[in-house]
């Protein structure tokens, strides 16, 4: 028995005028048959015998209609031309007689791709060309903006900058074509003032030539919050608070184990580390010191978060830089929404850093109160009096309150609130 592919072939139909069984002039696709008959070449008989069948199909191929084989031809160039250009692995002239091949391998050539389109395609949505029309014919004028060209605006171009010339003052310009453009679209897009790129010379009102550029909202804007970046500020989060801890426990210093002290400080110690579970006893005492640097920075956050609510200005949640020297080192903490002007910017970065400094020279001022006073006496840490010397504000305050010999002498006691506020 003969181990071959069988071709499906066409069922003769009564009303059909043609020798295949399709009405006279209709398209025949040759593809499967062609592709089916490849197979069956490539099976032979077990006893080395092609057979009679295969002979016959090839004389009927060969005497098919030639219409038939020109159209097949000609929808397989144009799907070719398409989907790109493919090439198969093998041909019927390679294969070995007695072994059955696999079917062919297509592989995709890339060479044909068109990457403008491929980039509009997945790039981000650009501006409706309908509502860029709308805005030249409404916004700018004799008296806003004459506007002489446009540019492409954004990193792939998704956007319009118009270029032009103010006929008037840019601040006042700028708010009034932002609300012109909330009336006309809503939400859809928004207007940014920029420097004008490739600018020779400035506006002749003063300052900087500025231009108008035009982008959507989803894509100038940054996106919402991810479940990682919470993630990843919470860890960020746990490790500052052990990082203060830390602080907490270097600051008693003069009470650790010596051969601790000795690892962490001194660069020629040699042998195994130590213990660190003797440390367990100081975490209670060098809490106050974590909380006093915890609430400085959570203060400082406060402060960005405080000064955005009355601007309409969103953030994002803060990263926190921990730090083993310092407890921290801040935090990052990122807008998301567009700023209306610098003014808003500068207010918003400024008040974290006022807010944080208010709270630390508070601390860093009752601390000291607290280390005059004897009654807390059993509240105070020993520390190095070379610390004072680093810095010429906080020394002379501390020299002010505690006096000349205190800061003289091999160590002072401070209470922990010096040490967070400093």
């Not at 990457?115 to 004028?141: N, R």
């Not at 605006?153 to 909330?182: A, C, H, P, S, T």
């Amino acid at each position: 028995a003969a181990a071959r592919l069988r071709l499906p072939r066409p069922r003769p139909s009564p009303a059909a005028s043609s020798r295949w069984g399709y009405p006279r002039g209709a398209y025949l696709d040759w593809r499967p048959l062609r592709r089916c008959d490849r197979m069956r070449r490539f099976s032979v008989d077990e006893g080395g015998g092609g057979g009679e069948d295969g002979e016959k199909r090839d004389e009927e191929e060969a005497a098919a209609p030639v219409e038939a084989k020109v159209g097949a031809a000609e929808e397989l160039g144009s799907e070719r031309s398409r989907s790109g250009s493919f090439s198969s692995s093998s041909s019927p002239s390679s294969a070995t007689p007695g072994v059955s091949s696999e079917p062919p391998l297509l592989s995709f050539s890339v060479d044909n791709i068109d990457t403008v389109k491929l980039l509009e395609l997945l790039g981000p949505e650009k501006v409706d060309q309908a509502d860029v029309k709308a805005i030249k014919e409404k916004f700018f004028g004799y008296t806003t903006f004459w506007l002489t060209r446009e540019e492409p605006f954004g990193d792939l171009g998704e956007g319009v900058l118009f270029v032009g010339n103010l006929r008037g003052d840019r601040e006042e310009i700028f708010g009034k074509l932002q609300r012109q453009l909330r009336e006309l679209t809503g939400d859809k897009y928004n207007l940014f003032m920029v420097e004008e790129p490739n600018s020779e010379e400035d506006d002749p009102r003063g300052g900087p030539r500025v231009s108008f550029g035009l982008l959507r909202r989803e894509v100038s804007e940054p996106g919402p919050t991810t479940l990682w970046q919470y993630v990843i500020s919470l860890l960020l989060f746990l490790l500052t608070v052990f990082s203060c801890i830390e602080l907490g426990i270097a600051s008693k210093i003069s009470s650790l184990p010596p051969d601790i002290v000795s690892y962490f400080t001194d660069p020629n110690a040699t042998g195994p580390p130590p213990d660190m579970q003797l440390l367990l006893p100081f975490v209670e005492s060098a809490l106050p010191v974590a909380y006093g640097v915890l609430a400085i920075q959570l203060f400082h956050e406060v402060g960005h978060f405080l000064a955005a609510y009355p601007k309409n200005v969103k953030l994002g949640i803060p990263f926190f830089i921990p730090n083993f020297t310092l407890g921290t080192f801040g935090s990052i903490t990122q807008f998301k929404s567009i700023l209306p002007d610098r003014k808003t910017m500068f207010d918003v970065s400024m008040a974290g850093p006022l807010a944080g400094a208010a709270l630390s020279f508070s601390m860093f001022s009752v601390g000291l109160w607290l280390s005059s006073n004897p009654a807390g006496a059993t509240d105070l840490v020993q520390v190095p009096s070379n610390l004072f010397q680093g810095s010429l504000l906080l020394g002379l305050i501390s020299r002010a309150i505690l006096g000349y010999s205190a800061l003289h002498a091999a160590t002072v006691s401070i209470h922990p609130l010096v040490i967070a506020g400093w």
